[in-house]
């Protein structure tokens, strides 16, 4: 089993930025990709950005170009979302998730997610 843990959710202002962190225990999984997905009130879970374990590869999206970077930390086994220049319509609960097969941009192709962490960006 896998276990996902977020953190950095909170509070910020409109242009503010926040990190958010992912730490992963459990059963070994160096060769998974790691994604950070988000929802919104009324909206379905949507996929942010993810980075694969081994090769570093990045997946993105175009609502956060530009604005959110991902990255890892191998001895920490953490997985951080950098998100800068926030926007109210980045008001979400974000959710880590370990990739497990299938479309690397689709929730179904996750079999592990954290609890979730809440981000509010206020106008």
């Known amino acids: 089993q896998v276990q996902l843990a977020e953190s950095g959710g909170g509070w910020v202002q409109a242009g503010g930025s926040l990190r958010l962190s992912c730490a992963k225990s459990g059963r070994t999984f160096n060769t998974y990709t790691m994604g950070w997905f988000r929802q919104a009130p009324g909206k379905e879970r949507e996929f942010v950005m993810a980075i694969n374990w081994s090769s570093g590869v990045i997946y993105d999206t175009n609502s956060v170009k530009g604005r959110f970077t991902i990255t890892k930390d191998n001895a920490k086994n953490t997985v951080y979302l950098q998100m800068n220049s926030l926007k109210p319509e980045d008001t979400a609960i974000y959710y880590c998730?370990?990739?497990?097969?299938?479309?690397?941009?689709?929730?179904?192709?996750?079999?592990?997610w954290g609890q979730g962490t809440q981000v509010t960006v206020s106008s």
């Open positions: 998730a370990a990739f497990t097969g299938g479309n690397v941009y689709d929730t179904k192709s996750y079999g592990f």
